[in-house]
């Protein structure tokens, strides 16, 4: 199980629980199974709509899996990660604090949403 706690300057911070390991479910899924209203539109990565930004909210650090080709794109030509940023992410095999919502698979972590 892992706990994934949503937050907007709009609305309550909200916690849920994300069944870890199915490897399909999506941070904007398990949003929209809570009734959180994260924005979307394509849900295929890309139009840039379900950008989030996700921090780590235990020691374990990795935040989801390794960002999708889609979102690399997509995070880079929205401005939300340069190429540079993107690049030294890489070198340093260190998470992405952007991620598309829609993209982004829930992994056994607790995790920040901000969206
Ligand atoms: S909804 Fe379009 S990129 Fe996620």
Request: hydrophobic content about 35%; charged content about 30%.
């Amino acid at each position: 199980m892992a706990l994934v706690t949503f937050t907007s300057p709009e609305f309550r911070d909200k916690t849920v629980y994300a069944t870890a390991g199915s490897h399909t479910q999506t941070v904007l899924k398990l949003a929209r199974e809570n009734k959180i209203q994260i924005n979307f539109e394509c849900e295929d990565g890309e139009c840039g709509t379900c950008a989030v930004k996700v921090s780590s909210l235990d020691s374990k650090g990795r935040m989801g899996g390794p960002l999708t080709e889609k979102e690399k794109t997509v995070l880079r030509e929205t401005g939300k990660i340069s190429k540079e940023e993107m690049e030294q992410m890489i070198v340093d095999d260190l998470p992405s604090p952007w991620r598309l919502a829609c993209q982004m698979i829930v992994r056994d972590e607790d995790i920040r949403v901000e969206y």
